[in-house]
């Protein structure tokens, strides 16, 4: 129901957001990971309850972005799968840093022009690889 609800009020203010690929994709991957995500860990218990549940978000949110890309793009990333194991957690240790940089700053009226330099050059390290698409 907060799924629907949430449509709903986007919706209600703007109603164009139908028609765009983040809106559909948003909600099937929001809809996907409540549809699948306990499921898939259920049947992944063995990898231990922490790794499990990562591992199902990941195939849940592939299955509910993998048609609509289809339709809205006319490709998909195969790799994108092997990729969100390792694009994840890279993207939350760089957000808790980045974090941690704005409450340092905060408290010592310092910026840590290093660390976030670091992060940038993560950003553009990562940015810098070709991913394989499939057409369909």
């Given at each position: 129901?907060?799924i ?37 860990s259920?049947?992944l218990?063995?990898?231990g ?88």
């Open positions: 129901t907060g629907g609800i949430s449509a709903t009020l986007i919706l209600l203010f703007s109603p164009f957001q139908l028609f765009t690929a983040g809106f559909g994709l948003s909600f099937s991957v929001v809809f996907a990971l409540a549809l699948f995500s306990r499921s898939i259920e049947k218990s063995f990898l309850e922490k790794l499990s549940l990562s591992v199902s978000a990941v195939i849940s949110a592939e299955l509910g972005s993998i048609p609509l890309s289809i339709l809205c793009f006319g490709y998909f990333s195969p790799l994108a799968f092997i990729l969100n194991f390792v694009v994840l957690p890279l993207i939350t240790l760089i957000f808790c840093l980045s974090m941690a940089c704005v409450l340092l700053e905060l408290i010592f009226g310092v910026a840590f022009f290093s660390l976030v330099g670091l992060l940038i050059r993560l950003v553009l390290l990562l940015n810098q690889f070709e991913f394989y698409w499939q057409m369909i």
